[in-house]
C-alpha cells in the first residue's frame, strides 16, 4: 500500500510562486511515475504533470507549460511542482498521483494512488 501526502498549498498573488511536495510512503514507488493533477469547483480532475521513474521524462498540460516544473527526488521518496507565474486559474485542490505508466496518467486521468489534495488559491 503506498500512501502519498501532499504540502505546499496556500494562498498566492497573480505572479507568485508555490512549490508542492508529496511524499510517499509505504511500498516506495521509485520505480512508478508520478503526477500531479488539480480540480477547481464545478469541474473534472484534470491532468497537470506527470514525470516518469527516473525524471527523464517530463509532461505538462498546455495550460501550465513553462510555467509550471515538476522534478522528483527518489531518495526521499518526494515528487514536486514548482509552480511559477501563478494565475487566478490555476486555483484549484492540486492532487500527487502514482502509477506504474505516465500514459495512464497523461492519457487517462488514471492512477494506483492519489493523495488527498492540497488547496492552491491563487488571488487576482
Known amino acids: 500500500q503506498v500512501q502519498l501526502v501532499e504540502s505546499g498549498g496556500g494562498l498566492a498573488q497573480a505572479g507568485g510562486n508555490l512549490r508542492l511536495a508529496c511524499a510517499s510512503s509505504g511500498r516506495t514507488p521509485s520505480s512508478d511515475a508520478m503526477g500531479w493533477f488539480r480540480q477547481s469547483a464545478g469541474t473534472e480532475r484534470q491532468f497537470v504533470a506527470a514525470?516518469?521513474?527516473?525524471?527523464?521524462?517530463?509532461y505538462y498540460a498546455d495550460s501550465v507549460r513553462g510555467r509550471f516544473t515538476i522534478s522528483r527526488d527518489n531518495a526521499k521518496n518526494t515528487v514536486y511542482l514548482q509552480m511559477n507565474s501563478l494565475k487566478p486559474e490555476d486555483t484549484a485542490v492540486y492532487y500527487c498521483?502514482?502509477?506504474?505508466?505516465?500514459?495512464?496518467?497523461?492519457?487517462?486521468?488514471?492512477?494506483?494512488?492519489w493523495g488527498q489534495g492540497t488547496q492552491v488559491t491563487v488571488s487576482s
Open positions: 514525470i516518469n521513474w527516473d525524471g527523464g521524462k517530463t
Open positions: 498521483a502514482a502509477d506504474s505508466s505516465t500514459m495512464r496518467l497523461r492519457v487517462g486521468g488514471q492512477a494506483d494512488y
